[in-house]
């Protein structure tokens, strides 16, 4: 916030490529609109990066990919994730939320991917890929 309000004060206010007509005639709202979109890109950022990289939803269906029509018993879910009595609590909730969702499916047992959680894990193993995360994906 200290360098977005350095350069607020030193440049001028249409980065010389706005029209006039273009330029916020305030500069304390001029100030506060830019901020916000900054915070707004930022917290989108962190958002995507936080799903990619470790959200448990991405997590467990790359996991159910990979064991195919087999699919994947709790404990096996379970490995894919840290030991913690906090990561086995929030994949309790999240596999019936899953479930609810029509991303998976149990089995006797076994958590078994749908054809929408076969489609969301494509996209996200993609995007991993892309990033470069090939471990992964």
């Given at each position: 916030m200290?360098l977005y309000?350095?350069l607020?004060?030193?440049?001028?206010?249409?980065?010389d490529i706005?029209?006039?007509?273009?330029?916020?005639?305030s500069?304390t709202?001029?100030f506060?609109?830019?901020l916000?979109?900054?915070?707004?890109?930022?917290?989108?950022?962190?958002?995507?990066t936080y799903?990619?990289?470790?959200g448990?939803?991405?997590?467990?269906?790359?996991?159910?990919?990979?064991?195919?029509?087999?699919?994947?018993?709790i404990?096996?879910v379970l490995?894919?994730f840290?030991?913690?009595?906090?990561a086995?609590?929030?994949?309790?909730?999240?596999?019936?939320?899953?479930?609810?969702?029509?991303y998976?499916?149990?089995?006797?047992?076994r958590?078994?991917?749908?054809?929408?959680?076969?489609?969301?894990?494509?996209v996200?193993?993609?995007?991993?890929?892309a990033?470069?995360d090939?471990?992964?994906?």
């Amino acid at each position: 916030m200290l360098l977005y309000a350095a350069l607020f004060a030193v440049l001028p206010p249409n980065l010389d490529i706005l029209p006039r007509g273009g330029v916020e005639p305030s500069p304390t709202v001029d100030f506060w609109n830019g901020l916000l979109i900054l915070v707004l890109v930022f917290h989108g950022i962190w958002a995507f990066t936080y799903t990619v990289w470790t959200g448990p939803t991405v997590r467990v269906l790359l996991a159910a990919s990979r064991a195919g029509r087999a699919g994947l018993t709790i404990d096996e879910v379970l490995r894919e994730f840290e030991t913690s009595d906090r990561a086995n609590q929030l994949l309790r909730r999240r596999l019936p939320k899953l479930i609810q969702g029509g991303y998976l499916r149990e089995e006797r047992g076994r958590y078994v991917l749908l054809p929408r959680g076969r489609a969301a894990g494509r996209v996200v193993a993609r995007v991993k890929r892309a990033i470069g995360d090939l471990e992964r994906a």
